[in-house]
């Protein structure tokens, strides 16, 4: 069965950072591109973020391009999200998500609980 | 980027019915969508990818339709456990964006 994990969240101020782990298990890690995707509060879903099966190749909303930087070890089935220079509207629930096949575009198949970021002073 | 446009934002029916929610992208995607299901509090579910395709374990009166820039999720023979809301994807290029969400409600 597949299942992800996420830890890392809570509360933060601005400008600070959080990392954020999805620990993954039930399939084989290494070939699955992975995602995090948001939800602010009473608000949709946002694509987040988007990594590679080698973890080579990257991708990231404009809403969070060069201030979070998406990792992960295959060797740990896990994978993260650094958080850096964080806002007030960073402020969601964070899902991990695993994309149905390697490509980076692809849809969701499975996905985390959501672990929640909260920024505020 | 895409963008991805879902309507109508929310709708009422009531169980036994029949709902359709359309979900239009700004450029062509072939059949590269999905569509999620979100009850409160719970992570999203994959309903239906590749536009039509649904997911094992999804009941059948959920089916999927469309091609380049329009689809359509219908919903035959409401149950009381489909109201929640819906959003649709595009799959087709990153960022593989989401539309506004539908959100089913009781009437």
């Known amino acids: 069965e597949v299942q992800l994990l996420e830890s890392g969240g809570g509360l933060v101020q601005p400008g600070g950072s959080l990392r954020l782990s999805c620990a993954a298990s039930?399939?084989?890690?290494?070939?699955?591109?992975m995602n995090w995707v948001r939800q602010a509060p009473g608000k949709g879903l946002e694509w987040v973020s988007v990594i590679g099966t080698t973890g080579t190749t990257t991708y990231y909303a404009d809403s969070v391009r060069g201030r979070f930087t998406i990792s992960r070890d295959n060797s740990k089935n896990t994978f993260y999200l650094q958080m850096n220079s964080l806002r007030a509207e960073d402020t969601a629930v964070y899902y991990c998500a695993k994309n149905r096949g390697s490509s980076t575009s692809s849809c969701s198949d499975h996905w985390g609980l959501g672990t929640l970021v909260t920024v505020s002073s | 980027d895409i963008q991805m446009t879902q309507s109508p934002s929310s709708v009422s029916a009531s169980v036994g019915d029949r709902v359709t929610i359309t979900c239009r992208a700004s450029?062509?995607?072939?059949?590269?969508l999905a569509w999620y299901q979100q009850k409160p509090g719970k992570a999203p579910k994959l309903l239906i990818s590749?536009?039509?395709s649904l997911q094992s374990g999804v009941p059948s009166r959920f089916s999927g339709s469309g091609s380049g820039t329009d689809f359509t999720l219908t919903i035959t023979s409401l149950q009381p456990e489909d109201f929640a809301t819906y959003y649709c994807?595009?799959?087709?290029?990153?960022?593989?964006?989401f539309g506004q969400g539908t959100k089913l409600e009781i009437k």
């Open positions: 590749s536009a039509s």
């Open positions: 450029q062509g995607i072939s059949t590269w």
């Open positions: 994807q595009q799959a087709n290029s990153v960022p593989n964006t």
């Open positions: 039930g399939f084989t890690f290494s070939n699955y591109a």
